[in-house]
């Protein structure tokens, strides 16, 4: 393993102003800081990655450490681009439940989401201590995993209007190309979603908008939003990307950790 250097993350100005007063800690981790090696150097996160394990297991003590909770206190999940959402009551050791978002109110817990292009949702409700987190691929966010999860944490005590959620690191419009059928499949559900989506310049093909898509769902449910607007993809050294290691015809990747906590 590696040097003990300190996991390194981005903050959300939004959720940052509520952790003086609330107990509530987070980061959007970046991909510095870690002890992994190769093409996952170095804080990856992604227990489903082909990583030696204790390096990714190191890596999440890390990150723990960096906003000051405990490995036995984190919970995470086996994510599959699905709109579930899993109610965590403390940490989680093993057999990780299969969603993409995750919600608490047991003060203690950490909880979070792994991603390399997709969007990472952080949300707190400050006053009533409910937190949520999201994985927001194209997929769950078009099924309604953001929905969801802020579903979840009203029916924990959460109020709407107080519920902060903010939108970490994520692939751009302007490195996101897709094909006729993805853009189909948006326009079919409502003709209106073309506004997501712009040309490529390769036939038949657009740029997808993931971030304003991601926005535009949480204002609509009536929550405090906010976009980092970060891009992965362009973000080589401090950001895992799929896309990128994709094009680059490489065999794996690392994922980012997002984690918010409820002291």
């Known amino acids: 393993m590696q040097d003990k250097s ?13 952790e003086h007063s609330s107990n509530i800690s987070h980061g959007f981790f970046t ?3 870690g002890c992994s090696e190769g093409i996952f150097s170095s804080l990856n996160a992604g227990l489903g990655s082909g990583d030696d394990t204790e390096s990714v297991i190191e890596n999440r003590r890390r990150i723990c450490d960096a906003i000051g909770t405990e490995p036995s206190n984190l919970a ?3 994510q599959h681009h699905s709109a579930d ?7 989680i050791k093993k057999d990780r439940p299969k969603a993409d978002g995750i919600v608490t109110n047991t003060p203690g817990t950490a909880i979070g989401v792994v991603t390399a292009d997709c969007g990472p949702v952080l949300f707190a409700d400050p006053v009533n201590k409910v937190i949520g987190a999201a994985h927001a691929g194209w997929r769950g966010a078009f099924d309604g995993v953001l929905q969801n999860t802020i579903e979840q944490m009203i029916a924990l005590g959460a109020a709407r209007e107080n519920i902060t959620a903010s939108l970490g690191p994520c692939i751009s419009q302007k490195n996101y190309e897709v094909g006729p059928e993805f853009f189909q ?6 003709k209106g979603l073309s506004r997501y989506f712009n040309p490529s310049e390769k036939d038949d093909h657009y740029m997808y908008d993931l971030n ?3 926005q535009d769902q949480l204002k609509s449910a009536g929550v405090i939003a906010e976009d980092l607007a ?7 050294d401090e950001f895992f990307s799929y ?5 680059r015809a490489e065999q794996d990747y690392g994922r980012q950790l997002s984690l918010i906590s409820l002291g």
């Open 6 to 18: 300190q996991a390194q993350c981005v903050k959300s100005p939004k959720l940052k102003e509520l």
């Open 76 to 78: 995470t999940l086996y």
């Open 85 to 91: 959402v899993f109610v965590a009551t403390g940490g």
């Open 31 to 33: 991909r510095l800081g």
């Open 185 to 190: 499949r948006f326009i079919d559900k409502d």
């Open 212 to 214: 304003s898509f991601i």
């Open 243 to 247: 896309r990128r290691t994709t094009h």
């Open 230 to 236: 970060i891009c992965t993809y362009e973000g080589e």
